[in-house]
């Protein structure tokens, strides 16, 4: 059966009302670059489509420390416009123009890996997730926001309406490690935030893309930064650690071997720069 009814609701309201209305009979698409290419070629055939461009969800704003980026902000927005440097990398690294000019932030977070690269740079600014439902809203942590491949912890009335981050304090570095310079999935994507003080580490967070069923934050590899130099041992061991705590796997782009032995490879590289940026600083 193909699409009867494509509604364009105006409002967050009417955005829900329409999905308390159908629940997950209404498929939800944001810019639709991951969900129009399933319908496209028969794997995705839903009956209701609801698009959300309409709803408002785009802004993106700073306050109080913090910014609040609407889930339907454009990568293209989250590039030219986002206070975070570490976010404008990530947009920069995810497809190409004409997909940013299409794909959302919120949609980011339910790619499929190896996509999802600006959600991996999310993870490691510690952002929440606004969800929206019928209930009202709930703040859920990214690092709680999944729970398998595809899967996560949403109820079928919800919508993601947000992202949440405290702006960065420290350093911070992207590495999206491709078979080509640019426009190419990844074979593994790094986010790391580290705060440095009196030559310690006080704060680490490491976010790993492609080498999971989801964006992956490496807590063994934070404890180990935390508290020491950030010293080539250092680094050495989270890269190590790190490796040890991602779940690659195959696809046409690269084996589940390689990607393992390229987790340390990329994470030392990473924690790499952000020590020569501390040493000159
Ligand atoms: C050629 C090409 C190259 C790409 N390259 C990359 C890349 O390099 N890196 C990368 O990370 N991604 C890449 N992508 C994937 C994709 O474009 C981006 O991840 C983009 O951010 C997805 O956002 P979207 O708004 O288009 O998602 P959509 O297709 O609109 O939505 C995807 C799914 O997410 C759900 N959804 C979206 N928004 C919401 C919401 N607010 N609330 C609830 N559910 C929601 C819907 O159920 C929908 O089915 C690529 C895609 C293409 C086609």
């Known amino acids: 059966m193909s699409v009867q009814n494509y509604y364009l609701p105006e409002s967050l309201g009417e955005a829900l009302e329409l999905l308390a209305r159908y629940g997950p009979d209404l498929l939800v698409i944001a810019g639709g670059t991951v969900a129009m290419p399933l319908i496209n070629e028969g794997v995705s055939t839903p009956v209701q489509v609801m698009g959300l461009r309409r709803t408002g969800l785009d802004e993106m704003a700073r306050s109080n420390g913090n910014v609040k980026i609407g889930a339907t902000t454009t990568l293209t927005r989250l590039l030219e416009e986002s206070p975070v440097p570490l976010l404008r990398t990530a947009a920069r690294n995810t497809a190409a123009w004409t997909i940013r000019n299409m794909g959302t932030v919120g949609g980011n977070l ?85 705060v440095v003080e009196g030559g310690r580490v006080q704060q680490a967070r490491l976010a790993l893309g492609a080498v999971g069923p989801h964006p992956l934050r490496c807590p063994q590899a934070e404890a180990v930064l935390t508290g020491s130099e950030l010293s080539e041992d250092a680094i050495t061991e989270a890269a190590q650690t790190a490796a040890g705590e991602c779940d690659p796997f195959t696809d046409a782009i690269a084996s589940e071997w390689y990607r393992r032995k390229m987790v340390p490879v990329y994470v030392a590289r990473a924690l790499r720069q952000i020590a020569q940026e501390e040493a000159a600083s």
């Open 110 to 194: 339910f790619s499929p890996p190896p996509a999802g690269d600006v959600a991996v740079a999310l993870l490691a600014l510690d952002a929440e997730v606004t969800l929206t439902g019928s209930g009202g809203e709930r703040v859920v942590p990214l690092a709680r926001f999944w729970t398998g491949f595809m899967t996560n912890v949403m109820q079928a009335d919800e919508l993601v309406t947000a992202i949440t981050l405290p702006v960065p304090t420290g350093k911070t570095a992207y590495i999206k490690y491709g078979r080509k310079q640019a426009h190419t999935p990844a074979v593994v994507t790094v986010a790391a935030h580290l």
